[in-house]
């Protein structure tokens, strides 16, 4: 008996494998590394960061803000205790009559002053960094809030859209019918954090997020990528988004948006821009964009060696590279 349903678990398993093999096609979704783009336990820090304003913005944090907030609050807390023990009923029972110090008064009004210019011109920099427009090739993926999953529509790459819902929770009851639980795939995130569908995106360039929303406001928020954009109905928010390398990075909506607010997660899956192509390509109607593509980068140095050899060997890939945008634009 268990000889013959041990063979049928085969037969199933190999059935599915099989069926599911052509449809990953080039494109396995990576597996996240423990503690890296997602919450840890009993963390009471920023997540690390993996893009360059979270970059500045942890160490704007660490080597400013926390430093001065540290000074300041010892030293009001030693003015506080030393007004207290010397200057109380018992041991100072003939206060002094000053009302006014002309120096005191001065360094007062001056040193908050100083210390505000001080934080302001790092934090004016991060505020206009973090707001700078994409440039006009940049890649444009728009994120769409809904009651309560994402949609990714990838607009450059042929306009497919993928859907994204929450993985159910093993034991817990089923928040998204005829999705699969969390832990059923070997690549698989924590449980409430990982979804069916990810958001993926090539690394290392510069893309323009669009985020709105179809029914209530949401906010499309990634703590370790430093990226957080209200998505409002009838309304487009734009903001750039470059991740400094491949790797998995899991965020949640950030406004309260309804019963189910804690149940719509985003799990960014960075990739090389190669295999980013590949993952576009799985998709039907897709093309690739129009950004510097791996043949065109390439072409440039063996231009320069001026190798006729060179130069043939470059002309067929990128002849192939055009041929699906090519072929897909009818059809799109
Ligand atoms: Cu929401």
Known sequence: MTGIAQAQEVAKEAVAAASEAPAAGSYVPMTPTEGIGMPTPGGIGFQKQFSADGEYAAWMHDAILLPIIVVITLFVLFLLLWVMARYNKR???TPSKT?????IEIVWTLLPVLILVVIAVPSFRLLASQYAPAPEKALTVKVTGNQWYWTYSYTDNGGFEVISNMLNQKGQPVVNAGIREAGSKPWDGPAQLEVDNRLVLPVGEKIRIQATAADVIHAFAVPSLWFKIDAVPGRINERVLQIDKPGVYYGQCSELCGARHGYMPIAVEALPRDKFNAWVMTHAGAKIDGQP???AAASAPAAGASEPAADASVTPAADASA??????APGA
């Open 99 to 103: 009302s006014h110090n002309t120096l």
């Open 293 to 295: 593509e791996p043949a």
């Open 91 to 93: 041991t100072n029972p």
């Open 323 to 328: 041929a699906p945008s090519a072929s897909a």
